[in-house]
């Protein structure tokens, strides 16, 4: 028995006799998009669902175009999502290891397997003839793929190319004829012609085996009973059924995701307007309200249900309620979930929350720096009180807050003269307005409305037409939570020197 039966032995798993099996295995070449954690999670979510396993892979063969960091900041958006993993890189695992670099050896060896059996050959073709081939063939408006030519070496002719010490790659021995057959889960059958699908390479002359070869070697190896992925992998599903086929090896169940795609119905992706978690972490996105969203982008409970808790997806998740059609990744509806989601805080988690992003530095979108650090959290939980159910993103907090917090505001006078107001009447107005706030007793906003409502009245207003001046007055904007409570927060004492320089303006 070989190292690969015996490892095989030991860790195959019969992928009828147990729970589900699912896995994620990213490649280390760059850094995660939010779209990669779609796919992340709806394995996650059916691992949950079904009390099977979720196993965290790292495909990182590639080794020339390995990114450094990549993989601990994809761990990172996973702890910040709530996902974790049951056997994988640093936690390890009965089926390890879990990076292919360390799984060298394995693949070669069943590459060798696939060689003896007639299924694979080694392609001793150099860089300059596979050029000259493919411009030929583009000059012939002929599509670009292997002409096979190293599969009808002879004998003697592959042992003339091992002597002289040239280098070679594996490639897999497609069939000539027939079709293939790829049943998925969610397109049902698609039939492909072998005729169309060329010789690929699954190892290469480093001896690091590719995606086609390797992935299928970890999946049998590491019982793998659902494969997700993006639809994008269909075209190459058919050349996996048959490495399947010719190494004797049940096939999982494959599900070919719909991509996530941008309101253009592009393919979502970094170099098209795909944000990292990195990002929505910084403009205040909750992980919560990612994780409910991430988790509608292709997949529905019914036409109508949208808010979910964590605890309710892994309940409700099932992949026959994944659709065909590509996900769009609406930024418009995730501000909008994120909003939700906000309102359900309660203040204290709020404030708890909001407070690192209001005390970043004001070139992070932080408060000014003139607010002095840290802040006050009893004036800070009253000030996110009043603005608790406009609030989208916590990264949003530092700049619709500022006014209570700077000694300062810097607003244009013209913004003091509401509509049907002029100057002078907009000047006596707010003279009379801190006349009476001035003779109040008590600063609290039940107890200043009434009698300013009187005053306009009194003095031939409307209610926002005075009450419009006061709030730019105290605020320096024209929209603030309700004017009165907001006065309150800020104290009198603020208040009312903000008023006496909005009439030293208007003078």
Excluded at 266 to 277: D, E, F, G, Q, T
Aim: net charge negative.
């Amino acid at each position: 028995m070989t190292q690969i039966d015996k490892q095989s032995e030991q860790q195959h798993i019969d992928l009828t006799e147990h729970k589900p099996r699912l896995r994620f295995a990213p490649s280390p070449t760059g850094f995660m998009h939010i779209g990669g954690y779609r796919t992340l999670l709806f394995s996650w979510l059916y691992a949950r669902h079904t009390g099977g396993s979720f196993i965290l892979r790292i495909e990182d063969t590639d080794v020339a175009r390995t990114v450094e960091g990549a993989i601990e900041v994809m761990l990172d958006g996973m702890r910040w999502l709530g996902m974790d993993y049951d056997e994988g890189p640093i936690i390890g695992g009965q089926y390890g290891p879990y990076y292919q670099t360390q799984r060298k050896a394995l693949y070669q060896e069943y590459a060798h397997q696939l060689i003896e059996s007639g299924h694979a050959y080694r392609c001793y073709c150099t860089s300059e003839r596979l050029e000259q081939m493919r411009n030929a063939q583009a000059a012939q408006k002929l599509p670009p793929r292997y002409d096979r030519h190293c599969r009808y070496l002879t004998d003697e002719e592959r042992d003339a190319n091992e002597a002289a010490g040239l280098k070679w790659v594996v490639r897999f021995a497609m069939p000539l004829e027939g079709e293939t057959v790829v049943h998925d889960e969610i397109h049902g059958d698609i039939t492909f012609k072998n005729s169309d699908i060329d010789d690929a390479v699954i190892v290469k002359s480093d001896g690091f085996a590719l995606y086609h070869l390797a992935h299928i070697v970890d999946d049998h190896l590491m019982g793998i009973t659902h494969v997700l992925r993006g639809d994008d992998w269909i075209s190459s599903a058919p050349r996996h059924v048959q490495i399947y086929n010719a190494l004797g090896w049940e096939i999982p169940l494959f599900y070919h995701v719909p991509n996530v795609l941008g309101k253009d119905k592009k393919k979502l992706s970094k170099r098209h307007n795909a944000p990292s978690w990195v990002e929505l972490k910084e403009k205040g996105f909750l992980p919560e309200a990612v994780f409910n969203f991430l988790a509608l982008i292709g997949w529905a409970y019914d036409d109508k249900t949208e808010l979910f808790t964590r605890e309710e997806l892994i309940r409700v998740f099932t992949l026959d309620h994944i659709g065909a059609a590509g996900g769009i990744y609406d930024q418009d509806k995730l501000l909008w979930m994120n909003g939700v989601y906000i309102r359900q805080l309660s203040l204290e988690d709020l404030v708890e929350r909001a407070l690192p992003y209001m005390e970043r530095p004001e070139a992070e979108g932080g408060l000014p720096d003139s607010v002095g650090r840290s802040l006050d959290r009893q004036y800070t939980s009253s000030v996110l009180h009043l603005e608790h159910e406009r609030l989208k993103t916590l990264g949003e907090a530092a700049e619709v807050v500022s006014f209570f917090f700077v000694d300062e505001l810097h607003y244009e006078t013209a913004m003091l003269v509401q509509k049907g107001m002029d100057i002078g009447r907009t000047h006596a107005g707010l003279v009379r307005a801190r006349d009476l706030l001035n003779s109040l007793e008590e600063w609290r906003h039940e107890v200043m409305e009434p009698p300013m409502r009187e005053l306009a009245a009194e003095l031939g207003l409307k209610p926002g037409q005075l009450f419009g001046a006061i709030r730019v007055a105290i605020s320096g904007r024209t929209a603030t939570p309700p004017l009165f409570e907001t006065m309150e927060v800020l104290g009198r004492e603020r208040s009312m020197a903000r008023i006496e320089q909005a009439i030293e303006r208007s003078a």
